[in-house]
């Protein structure tokens, strides 16, 4: 029989959860939500692929943008899409949460109709199935007759193969109708149907996760011990007890006289944000080590550290650990109960969890204000041409990029609205500045909290913030500096966008070999971890040397430099682009007045046209893109 090529396939439940923002306020009075990817069997096939293990997905979504999204989202994570039927009659279903207290968290779901309910066997393939070393059904999608057809077949068809049969008992009573729509939040209410309903699985299963009330449901008594016993009878099965802040408690065997006797693991003491989720998180946890065949106890580790790390955040599977993540946090323990306040494990989970960016990147920047201001106020004409020279600086780039990856561009809210949507049509990777131009000390552009603003930016975009420091700024300028950058960092880190921090140091003193280093390495000493670095051009191949030195000790995960151009020509920049070749972190450029200043001015005077403009633009960026895969060749060579 062919060796499997997926650790684990999970079937049923895909929503998209919107979970109110206001923590301790009545779902009621939620005023904003935050958007993520849902049900127990996404979850946990999420959970798993962020932990290394190979996993896919059966389920239904809508076609609609929200059935989209959760194809997109599991493929991003890795989760093998395959499975994913989209019902062209259905929508995808949603789950309303909130956060009332630490023992309340009120949970409304819209799932009449809806695509995963529809589930059948049909959706069901052979081949796919065989192609896993397990399949983890799940209790949900037990409580309608088709769906419980499609688990059945998945399960006949996994023991015809050899492959091992998990069991989630995840139990909604509000789905299975036994309680109101109003009882999302309900975990246990008694109901003997469905207990005979799940009795005639467990012979067929190989490991049978729940908490207490699961287990009483399943084992139709709600004594933990008898529930058991009775599942036992039925059962040669791993069974786990999940016993929330208490860890878990394992019976590979018979059934002993007390919980505490089975083989256990200990929780973590951690502050509970919301447990919803957390149950997922903990099955993941569990595969990671079951499937490799790790001790029980290694396993319970892992499931109690993924549950305690997910019961200390809001989100379900966009908070989920990654086995870097996970790593750490058993390397180094609990060093704050509220995890989410935890600024390294914080870090580490930011980086590891971040959209896929590609590994160069060549960007024409044109984020410029007072610049282009400046050209057409020489040339006599408005500032409203600012706006479409920068649309036709996209054209530029989109020529030059042809549709390949590693494109993109420093663009502005200011003149550069309609030009920033017209970025978004190409796939550009896009930066966008929120700093106010020239200002020194730093400041942002705009009233009120830097946050808000962000809010409304799309979540691709990446947040540009240029700061001028050199080491022998006086005291009182770098206070200020550091106070603003840590703002714009809280910012970025508070509504999931990533930053890109640039730094000149040349203007204002002079630039050694271990000046920008320097810089770097104090403010890595404030906490500040940018996803990106932007900086000028190095003296020497030593100056990049010690740059990367300093983000290589201070944050493995930085995505890398780009280098900026400071109006140099192009022959200088080219130049540029050798000196570093011997540091793999200068990852790419983003010039901007080196290929559209003298365009610019032409075409604000009206000695050039558009097409002219996008042609001469096009031609720069391009000698410059050129120049730099000619260097990221020689430096893989």
Same mark, same amino acid.
């Given at each position: ?7 684990l396939i ?25 958007k993520?990817v849902?049900?127990c069997?996404?979850?946990?096939a ?5 932990l290394?293990?190979?996993?896919g997905?059966i389920t239904r979504?809508?076609d609609?943008a929200?059935g ?15 499975g ?12 309303v ?6 023992k ?9 109709d809806c ?14 199935i +065989?192609s ?6 799940t209790g949900?999608?037990? +409580?309608?007759?088709?769906t419980?057809? +499609?688990?059945?077949?998945a ?7 050899g492959?091992?049969v998990?069991f989630d008992?995840d139990y909604?009573p509000n ?9 999302g939040?309900?975990r246990?209410v008694?109901?003997?149907?469905v ?8 012979p067929?299963?190989d ?6 009330e ?21 059962s040669?099965?791993?069974l786990?007890?999940k ?14 006289a007390?919980?505490?006797d ?13 447990v ?16 490799r065949?790790e001790p029980l ?5 892992f ?7 997910a019961?200390?955040r809001?989100?379900c599977a966009?908070?989920?650990?990654t ?13 704050t109960?509220?995890l ?6 914080s870090h580490i ?5 971040r959209?896929?960016?590609?590994e ?7 984020d410029?204000?007072?610049?282009l201001a400046?050209?057409a106020?020489e040339a ?8 479409p020279?920068?649309?036709?600086a996209?054209?530029a780039?989109?020529?030059v ?5 590693g494109?993109g561009?420093?663009?502005?809210g200011?003149?550069?609205r309609?030009?920033?949507?017209d970025?978004?049509h ?5 930066a966008?500045?929120v700093?106010l131009?020239a ?8 009233q009120?909290d830097?946050?808000a603003?962000l809010v ?7 947040v540009?913030?240029?700061c001028f420091?050199?080491p022998d700024?006086p005291a009182?300028?770098?206070s ?9 960092h809280?910012?970025c880190?508070?509504?999931g966008?990533?930053?890109l921090l640039e730094?000149?140091?040349?203007p ?5 070999s271990?000046t920008?280093a320097?810089?770097?390495d104090h403010?890595?000493?404030?906490g500040i971890?940018?996803?990106?670095w932007k900086l000028?051009?190095?003296?020497d191949?030593?100056?990049?040397a ?10 493995p ?12 020509p ?10 570093s070749a011997a540091t793999p972190?200068v ?8 290929i ?5 001015r032409?075409w604000?005077a ?6 002219e403009?996008?042609?001469e633009?096009a031609?720069?960026?391009s000698?410059?893109?050129t120049a ?10």
């Amino acid at each position: 029989m062919p060796a499997p090529t997926l650790d684990l396939i999970t079937i049923g439940r895909a929503s998209v959860d919107l979970y109110g923002q206001q923590i301790g306020g009545r779902l009621e009075d939620m005023a904003s939500f935050a958007k993520a990817v849902g049900g127990c069997p996404t979850n946990i096939a999420i959970g798993a692929s962020r932990l290394g293990l190979k996993a896919g997905l059966i389920t239904r979504v809508g076609d609609e943008a929200m059935g989209r999204f959760i194809r997109e989202q599991s493929a991003r994570e890795g989760v093998d899409t395959r499975g994913i039927r989209t019902d062209p009659a259905r929508l995808t279903a949603l789950a309303v949460l909130g956060v009332r207290d630490d023992k309340t968290f009120p949970l409304i779901f819209y799932r009449t109709d809806c695509a995963d309910a529809a589930l059948d066997e049909g959706d069901v393939d052979e081949d796919f199935i +065989a192609s896993a070393a397990c399949i983890v059904v799940t209790g949900t999608h037990f +409580a309608r007759p088709n769906t419980a057809a +499609a688990q059945r077949k998945a399960m006949r068809i996994a023991r015809a193969h050899g492959r091992r049969v998990v069991f989630d008992i995840d139990y909604r009573p509000n789905l299975w109708g036994v309680a109101g729509h109003d009882a999302g939040e309900s975990r246990y209410v008694r109901a003997d149907q469905v207990t005979q309903s799940l009795a005639a699985l467990l012979p067929d299963c190989d490991l049978i996760v729940g908490t207490e009330e699961e287990l009483h449901i399943a084992g139709g008594s709600e004594d933990t011990l008898q529930a058991l016993r009775n599942i036992r009878a039925l059962s040669a099965a791993t069974l786990v007890c999940k016993r929330g802040p208490m860890g878990c408690v394992v019976f590979p065997g018979a059934i002993p006289a007390r919980l505490e006797d089975g083989v256990s693991g200990p929780g973590f003491p951690v502050e509970v944000y919301n447990v919803l989720g957390a149950g997922d998180a903990f099955m993941a946890g569990f595969l990671r080590g079951w499937l490799r065949q790790e001790p029980l106890e290694r396993c319970c580790t892992f499931a109690n550290a993924c549950g305690a790390i997910a019961v200390s955040r809001l989100l379900c599977a966009p908070e989920y650990a990654t086995w870097v993540e996970l790593e750490h946090f058993l390397a180094h323990g609990v060093t704050t109960p509220a995890l989410r306040k935890d600024a390294v494990l914080s870090h580490i989970h930011r980086a590891t969890t971040r959209r896929p960016q590609p590994e160069s990147l060549m960007a024409l920047a044109i984020d410029h204000r007072p610049q282009l201001a400046a050209m057409a106020a020489e040339a006599g004409v408005s500032a409203d041409r600012i706006g479409p020279f920068k649309q036709l600086a996209v054209q530029a780039a989109s020529r030059v990029a042809a549709g390949r990856p590693g494109f993109g561009m420093l663009l502005d809210g200011t003149y550069g609205r309609e030009a920033l949507f017209d970025a978004s049509h190409h796939g550009f990777w896009v930066a966008r500045p929120v700093e106010l131009p020239a200002s020194r000390p730093l400041d942002f552009e705009g009233q009120g909290d830097l946050g808000a603003h962000l809010v409304e930016w799309p979540v691709e975009q990446t947040v540009k913030c240029l700061c001028f420091w050199h080491p022998d700024d006086p005291a009182e300028l770098r206070s200020r500096q550091e106070r603003e950058l840590l703002r714009v960092h809280d910012a970025c880190r508070t509504v999931g966008r990533e930053l890109l921090l640039e730094i000149i140091a040349g203007p204002h003193g002079p630039l050694e070999s271990g000046t920008v280093a320097g810089i770097l390495d104090h403010l890595y000493g404030l906490g500040i971890r940018p996803d990106w670095w932007k900086l000028e051009p190095q003296a020497d191949a030593r100056a990049w040397a010690e740059i990367e030195q300093v983000i290589q000790r201070h944050d493995p995960h930085c995505r890398g430099i780009v280098m900026l151009g400071l109006d140099a020509p192009l022959p200088e920049l080219v130049s540029a682009f050798r000196a570093s070749a011997a540091t793999p972190l200068v990852r790419g450029f983003a010039v901007g007045r080196s290929i559209f200043a003298e365009p610019a001015r032409a075409w604000f005077a009206g000695r050039i046209g558009d097409e002219e403009a996008i042609g001469e633009m096009a031609q720069r960026f391009s000698t410059l893109v050129t120049a730099w895969q000619a260097r990221h060749h020689a430096a893989v060579a």
